[in-house]
Every structure is written in structure tokens, then in C-alpha cells.
């Protein structure tokens, strides 16, 4: 059918819910029940906290909000707001225990499909194109990522086991793209399942510039460390100096060094730093400051999403690097297929016209941008979503790690957080500004 028609949008919308809940319900059984209510940090919520929060958002959205139902239990609305509790009291909350959680989670789904079974895509807009249905399987797929976040800071034994991406020689392309200056399309109007954040489509001007081809490897992160570089304040913005002083940074999250050699933990085993491999866990500061050193920057978005978007062929901008089909496993590392990136310049599939590789999937990407809104910018469905989080204190990351869902990743999709943050499957790219 037409990607418009009822019937191929209501497949679309199970196809998403379902996968989504299959990755839930991975996560929420791979650990025994203590796991599921531990704080296994204080920057994380214990996971049964995501489960329940994920089902809650559902019955507001789809239940509520788009078939007018009553709430199914009130008095749980406050525990599962995010703006309410911050993640490191939600363990003392008197929190759903996980058969509970478990039970209201799949329930609110047995009647959101009942709604999808009687929606008519058109009319309002939460329902235009199954909108309302998109955000929630992207919520569900966000909170996905928050809880493999968890299971990363988890001690002990892994619980979660995946095959390695295809091993790959070192990258011998070119190490960076000149991307020429001049006007492109940024943001969207017409992705039906596209957030508030990432519209209107609006033009940008974005002058000549460099960026690398791959995301910066452990061993070129290597160098910097071997170099000094933690050491050497010439490197870092003031804020990021004290910050590395204060909490003794002098490497990537996870990572420790034993007899001359890096080993880090990953998912509950050690194992030696690849030195092929996108760095991870980095926080904004040390990829600011491993650019600096490098004699380069970090990309802004408008030229992170131009590189990744538009094609200098036609002119248009793309959904993707590769073009405007869905990511197959042969474009890029999504989806939580493996629990690492892929070895830096893999996927070729999933090149950009001018050559640059993995834009998509591996790693998020951190930019030197703060999340603003578009011009033209309205919030919606709500000002929580994105509204509230506007301003200099979050940097923008762009692209998606291995661990989000194809549905919650596009070239026009944004995320963010504070600069301080390495739990996140975060890395970068460097970029540095052409003849003008
Ligand atoms: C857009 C990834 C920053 O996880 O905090 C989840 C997404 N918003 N529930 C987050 C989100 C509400 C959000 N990020
Ligand atoms: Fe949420």
C-alpha cells in the first residue's frame, strides 16, 4: 500500500510498538528481580522505574490523550514523572514491585491496540500518520537505551550477550571530507514520525568545512591520553579543566590501565581497549578538548547534519546518509544488534554522497552546539519533551549509538545532554573550517 493508507500505517505502528516491547522485555528478564529494583547507580533509575514509566507514558498518550480513556491508576502518575523525582531518590519511591509493573505494562498495550485497531490517522494531529503511536515506540526504544545504559553501569557477570560486528583491517581512506560551503535543507516537515524538536525544515547556510571520515578511533583517543593531554590544560574550556581536576578524569569512562596496557569493562567483561574501535563514553569536555589538541574542532549540528543529509548532487536533503530508504543492518549499526560499535570506517553501505562513514548508528556524536529550537519551533505534544531542556547548559549529539532503534534514528533526529556526561554511548568527530 501507500506509505499513507490505514492499513500500512497501523502495520507500521504494531511493527514498531512490538519491537520495542520485545527489547523491554529482553532487558527486564535477563537480570533476576533484586537487579530489576538495585540502584546500580545514582544516574540511573533502578530498571523496574523504566518499565512502569514506559507503560505510564503509553496509557497518557495513547490511552488518555488520544482515546480519551480514564486513568487506569491515578495515584501512580506522580511515581513515573520524570520531572517529579530525580533518578537518584526513585529507589526509595514506593515503586511498583516488578510482576506489578510487569502487569500494567502489558495491559495499557492490550488496550493501545485496541485504539490502533479503531484509529483513523487522520484528523487530529497526534493521531496524523500515527504520530501518537510513533513517539511512544520511540519513548519505549529511548527508555531502551536508557536501561542498556544501566546494564553497562551494572556490576558483575554479564547478563546480556550479543555478536561482535565483522571485524574490519584499519580504516585507509581519507581521514577527513571537504564538505563545500553553501545554503542547505536542515530539520524536517515531512518525516510523519519526526519530533517537535527536529522542525520545521528550514534553510541553513553553512560555510566550507572539513570533517573526519570516521569517528575518532580508541587509538588516536590513545594518543592524546599518551600525550598528556589530561594533563595539559591548554587543551580545555575552564569549566571542563575543573571538572576533570575535581572528579580525576584522566580517561574514558570504564576504561583502567593494567601493566602498560588499557583494559576497560564492557557489559560485565574485561577486555583489552580495541584500538580500531570508535571511542566510547567520552563526555563533551574531553571530546572538546582532545580536538583542540588535535588542531581541529568539533563539528557544529547544522555542519554534522549536512554532512549527513545533503546531497550535492541534487541539492535535497536526504533522510539518511545513504539516501531516504529504512537502515538495514547493511547501512549502519543499530538497534542493539551488538553491544559495541563496529570498527571505525565499517558499513560502507551507509556512506554519505561525499564519502563520510558511520554518521549513523556506533556512536552518538557529540557537536559543539547547544540544543535551541528551530526557527519556527512549537512544542508538541508537550513542552517536556524538548521545550524545557532548550538552552546553553545541554550540547547537542547526533546520529545514534548501537543501541538505539532504527525508529528513533534519522538524520534529522537530536539528543542531547549535559557536558558532563560519559555513561551515554558517546563519542565524536572532529572537523575543522575550509578556505574561505
Ligand atoms: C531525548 C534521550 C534526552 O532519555 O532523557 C525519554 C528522551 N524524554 N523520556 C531522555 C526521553 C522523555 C530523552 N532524550
Ligand atoms: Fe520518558
Redesign the pocket.
Known amino acids: 500500500g501507500s506509505p499513507t493508507d490505514p492499513d500500512t500505517l497501523r502495520a507500521r505502528a504494531l511493527d514498531a510498538l512490538t519491537t520495542a516491547r520485545e527489547r523491554t522485555a529482553l532487558l527486564t528478564t535477563c537480570v533476576d528481580e533484586p537487579d530489576l529494583t538495585a540502584q546500580h547507580s545514582p544516574l540511573m533509575s533502578p530498571l523496574v522505574w523504566d518499565l512502569a514509566h514506559i507503560g505510564n507514558?503509553e496509557e497518557l498518550w495513547l490511552l488518555r490523550a488520544v482515546a480519551g480513556r480514564d486513568a487506569m491508576r491515578p495515584e501512580i502518575d506522580g511515581l513515573y514523572d520524570?520531572f517529579e523525582h530525580p533518578r537518584a531518590e526513585r529507589p526509595s519511591l514506593p515503586l511498583l514491585p516488578p510482576d506489578e509493573a510487569r502487569r500494567y505494562a502489558s495491559e495499557v498495550r492490550g488496550r493501545a491496540l485496541d485504539v490502533l485497531e479503531s484509529t483513523a490517522f487522520r484528523g487530529t494531529p497526534l493521531t496524523e500518520a500515527g504520530f501518537a503511536f510513533g513517539m511512544i515506540a520511540q519513548?519505549e526504544q529511548?527508555?531502551d537505551e536508557?536501561m542498556l545504559i544501566t546494564h553497562q553501569l551494572r556490576k558483575g557477570p554479564a547478563a546480556l550477550t550479543a555478536p561482535d560486528p565483522a571485524p574490519a583491517p584499519p580504516f585507509t581512506g581519507p581521514a577527513e571530507v571537504l564538505v563545500p560551503g553553501g545554503p542547505f535543507t536542515m530539520g524536517t516537515s515531512a518525516e510523519p514520525w519526526a519530533l517537535d524538536n527536529e522542525r520545521p525544515a528550514h534553510e541553513r547556510l553553512v560555510p566550507s568545512f572539513y570533517l573526519d571520515t570516521t569517528p575518532v578511533t580508541n587509538a588516536a583517543y590513545q594518543a592524546f591520553i599518551e600525550d598528556g593531554g589530561y594533563g595539559d590544560e591548554r587543551w580545555w574550556t575552564a569549566e571542563g579543566w575543573d571538572h576533570i581536576r575535581s572528579h580525576s578524569i584522566e580517561a574514558p569512562l570504564y576504561w583502567r590501565r593494567e601493566q602498560g596496557q588499557w583494559l576497560r569493562r564492557r557489559f560485565g567483561v574485561t577486555e583489552p581497549v580495541p584500538p580500531n574501535e570508535p571511542v566510547l563514553h567520552v563526555c563533551w569536555y574531553e571530546a572538546d578538548a582532545y580536538a583542540r589538541w588535535a588542531g581541529r574542532r568539533l563539528p557544529t549540528e547544522a555542519e554534522w547534519e549536512k554532512a549527513a543529509r545533503h546531497d550535492p548532487v541534487t541539492g535535497r536533503s536526504t533522510r539518511y546518509p545513504w539516501g531516504d530508504a529504512d537502515p538495514t543492518p547493511e547501512h549502519a549499526n543499530l538497534g542493539q544488534r551488538h553491544l559495541r560499535p563496529a570498527p571505525a570506517g565499517s558499513y560502507p553501505a551507509g556512506a554519505s554522497p561525499l564519502g563520510v562513514r558511520q554518521l549513523i548508528g556506533d556512536v552518538w556524536e557529540w557537536t559543539s552546539s547547544d540544543l535551541e529550537p528551530y526557527p519556527g519551533f512549537t512544542a508538541f505534544p508537550y513542552k517536556?519533551?524538548s521545550e524545557v531542556?532548550f538552552g546553553p547548559e545541554h550540547k547537542v549529539l547526533r546520529g545514534g549509538s548501537f543501541a538505539v532503534d532504527p525508529v528513533a534514528c534519522r538524520g534529522t533526529f537530536r539528543?542531547?545532554?549535559y557536558p558532563i556526561r560519559r555513561q551515554i554511548f558517546s563519542g565524536f568527530r572532529t572537523a575543522r573550517s575550509g578556505a574561505s
Open positions: 507514558q520524570a519513548h529511548q527508555h536508557t517536556e519533551y531542556f539528543n542531547w545532554d
